[in-house]
C-alpha cells in the first residue's frame, strides 16, 4: 500500500461503514451501466471502468452529503464518476495512449473508433444516470462541469509549445480541467445530501482540492519516476503541455523558453532536470499545499459533524499524500 | 430549390405559422447555446451549427405536440439538434472529413482535439437543455438515443469489409444510428406537447421515418453523383461501410464479395455500377419506401387533426424527395 492508499483508507475509517456501503453500491451501479451498452461497447466500458481509480470524485459526493443513505447521491456519484471516465477515454484517444493505469486503453484495444464511441456512451449514460435522480439543478450542475473539461482540454491544446502562458492562466485551465468536476461532486453531495446551503462552500472547498490535485499531478509529472506515476518523466514536455513547474522555471531559465516538438524522451529528462535546478518544483508544490491548507481552514466555516470534517480533511491529506 | 427544400416548405406550410416561430426559437437558441461555449470552443461550435441542415429532428418534436407553444418544446428540439451535431462532428474526426455540407468541417478548421472537444460541448449542452425542461424521462430518452447512437457507430466500424453482413444487421445498424434519435424526437414532443398517450406509436413513426432515410442515404451514396450527395460516389465503399446495395448485390455479384482497404475512387466508382446492375438499388429503395408508407399508414390509428396528420405525411414525403 502506497501513501496515498493509507490516506485514503484514513477517510474510509473517518467515513465510518456508511461510506463503505455507498462506494460498494456505486461500483456495482458503474458495472451495470457499463454492461447496459451491448456486446463490444459494454466491454470497453467495463474494462474502462474496472481499470479502477481512486473514486475521489463519488467520495467527495459521499462526505458533503449529512450521512443519511440517499438514492440519488448513488446516482450523483455513479455519474461523476462516468463524467471523469468518459473524458479519460477520449484524452487517451487524443494522446494516443497505449496505457492507462498499467493497462491496455480502449483506444489501444479498440481503436480510435471504439473509444470515441465508448467515450459518448460514458457521457451518455451520465447524464441518463443523474436524470434518474430528478432534479434539473444537478444536471445543470453535471454539464457545467462537463463543458468545462471540454474547454480545459482545448485551452490545453491552444496553449501547446507556447512561451507566453502566464501563471493565471494554467490555474483557470487547470480550474476548467481538473477543479469543475471536483466542486460539481461536492455541489452534487450537500444538494442532495441535505445540506443545499453548504453547496457553495463545499463545491468551494471541492475546487481548491481539484486544483491542488491538478497542479500536483503536473509537478510529478517533472519529478517523476515512471514506476510511481505510470507515465514516462515529463510526460507534459513531450506532449508540449506547458505547466506550472515549466512557467515558474523559465523565469531564471532562458533555454526553457525556447521549446519546439519534436522532443524525445533523453531530452525531456534533460529539461525535467533543468525545471528542478530552478526551484520551481518546490514553488509549485507551495502553491497546490496552499490551496489545500485554505480548502481546510474554510471548513472552519461551515457547521460539519466531526467525523466529516475530519474525513474530508484527510480528502484534502491525500492528495498531498500522492505527492509525498 | 431542390425537390427535398420544396417538399420541406411544404411542411412548414402545413404546420403553419407556430411551427416557423417555434423553429426560429430553436435557431436562436441552438447559436445561443454555442455561443455559451467560450471564446475557442464557441467559435467552433458557432460554425457547426450555423452550417444549417435540415433541422429535420426539431420539427418532428413539434409536429409530435398539439400545436402549442411551450418552452419544454423548444428546449427538446434544440437538445436532439445539439446532440445530433456532436455525433456529426466526432464522425468527421473518425473520418479525417474535411468538408461538410460543403464548409470546412472542425476537424478539419481545428484540428482532432477542438472537434472531439466541441462534439463533447455539444453533448453536454444538449443534456442541460433538456433538463431545463425537468423531465426525467425526457433525459432518460435522449441518453437512450445517445448511447445507440454510439453503439451504432461502433456496430457499422465492427462490420467494415466484412463479407457477412446480414441485411437484419444492417436494419439493426441503421435503427440505432440513425432512428434512434427520430424516434427520440417524437417521443419528446409527444411528452412535452400534449399527447403522451401517443409518445410510443409517434416514436415508431419516427423510428420508421429514420430507418428510411438512413436506407435512401446508403442508397444515394453508390448513385451519386458528388453534386448532389456532397461527397464522392461510393463513399461508402471507400470507407469499408457496408450498406443494403451492396448486401443485396453480393447475391447476384460473387465479385462484390470479396473487397479489401483500400480501394481508390475508380474502383469504387466502378463498383457503384456494378452494384446498379444488379437491380440493387431498386431493391433497396423500395425497403425504404415501405417504411415510409408503413409510418404514413400507422398514423390512421391515431387521433391526429387533419392539419397535423398531413405534415407528418409530408415528413414522410420529404425523406423520399431527397432521393428523387
Given amino acids: 500500500m502506497n501513501t496515498a492508499q493509507a490516506q485514503l483508507g484514513?477517510?474510509?475509517?473517518?467515513?465510518?461503514?456508511?461510506?463503505?456501503?455507498?462506494?460498494?453500491?456505486?461500483?456495482?451501479?458503474?458495472?451495470?451501466?457499463?454492461?447496459?451498452?451491448?456486446?463490444?461497447?459494454?466491454?470497453?466500458?467495463?474494462?474502462?471502468?474496472?481499470?479502477?481509480?481512486?473514486?475521489?470524485?463519488?467520495?467527495?459526493?459521499?462526505?458533503?452529503a449529512n450521512g443519511d443513505s440517499d438514492d440519488r447521491l448513488v446516482a450523483a456519484a455513479v455519474a461523476v464518476e462516468l463524467l471523469h471516465m468518459a473524458t479519460l477515454v477520449h484524452d487517451d484517444v487524443l494522446d494516443g495512449a497505449a496505457?492507462?493505469?498499467?493497462?491496455?486503453?480502449?483506444?489501444?484495444?479498440?481503436?480510435r473508433l471504439a473509444a470515441t464511441a465508448t467515450g459518448d456512451l460514458l457521457f451518455s449514460r451520465a447524464f441518463a444516470e443523474l436524470a434518474a435522480a430528478g432534479s434539473e439543478d444537478a444536471v445543470r450542475a453535471l454539464s457545467a462541469a462537463s463543458s468545462a473539461l471540454a474547454r480545459g482540454e482545448l485551452m490545453q491544446r491552444a496553449d501547446a509549445w507556447s512561451p507566453d502562458v502566464?501563471?493565471?492562466?494554467?490555474?483557470?485551465?487547470?480550474?476548467?480541467?481538473?477543479?469543475?468536476l471536483f466542486d460539481a461532486s461536492c455541489r452534487l453531495g450537500a444538494v442532495f445530501g441535505g445540506r443545499p446551503a453548504l453547496a457553495t462552500p463545499l463545491g468551494r472547498f471541492g475546487e481548491r482540492i481539484g486544483l491542488a490535485f491538478q497542479m500536483l499531478d503536473d509537478v510529478l509529472d517533472v519529478v517523476g519516476p515512471a514506476e510511481r506515476t505510470g507515465k514516462p518523466r515529463g510526460a507534459d514536455l513531450l506532449d508540449g503541455t506547458v505547466t506550472l513547474p515549466l512557467i515558474l522555471a523559465r523565469r531564471h531559465d532562458e533555454v526553457l523558453l525556447d521549446l519546439d516538438p519534436p522532443?524525445?524522451?533523453?531530452?525531456?529528462?534533460?529539461?525535467?532536470?533543468?525545471?528542478?535546478?530552478?526551484?520551481?518544483?518546490?514553488?509549485?508544490?507551495?502553491?497546490a499545499l496552499t490551496h489545500v491548507a485554505e480548502?481546510?481552514?474554510?471548513?472552519?466555516?461551515?457547521d460539519l459533524p466531526e467525523p466529516r470534517r475530519r474525513a474530508l480533511d484527510?480528502?484534502?491529506?491525500?492528495?498531498?499524500?500522492?505527492?509525498?
Same sequence: chains 1, 2.
Avoid at 99 to 111: C, D, K, Q
Fill in 10 to 64: 484514513g477517510v474510509l475509517a473517518a467515513g465510518g461503514p456508511e461510506l463503505t456501503r455507498l462506494l460498494e453500491r456505486t461500483e456495482r451501479r458503474l458495472s451495470e451501466v457499463a454492461a447496459a451498452g451491448g456486446p463490444e461497447l459494454g466491454g470497453h466500458a467495463t474494462a474502462t471502468l474496472s481499470a479502477g481509480g481512486k473514486r475521489l470524485r463519488p467520495i467527495l459526493v459521499f462526505l458533503c
Fill in 314 to 324: 484527510l480528502v484534502g491529506d491525500g492528495v498531498v499524500a500522492r505527492y509525498a
Fill in 295 to 302: 480548502a481546510k481552514r474554510s471548513l472552519d466555516d461551515l
Fill in 99 to 111: 496505457l492507462r493505469r498499467g493497462r491496455p486503453t480502449v483506444f489501444a484495444e479498440g481503436g
Fill in 166 to 180: 502566464t501563471p493565471e492562466r494554467y490555474v483557470e485551465r487547470c480550474r476548467l480541467k481538473t477543479a469543475s
Fill in 263 to 287: 522532443l524525445d524522451a533523453e531530452r525531456a529528462a534533460e529539461l525535467c532536470h533543468r525545471i528542478a535546478a530552478t526551484g520551481a518544483l518546490d514553488k509549485a508544490r507551495d502553491q
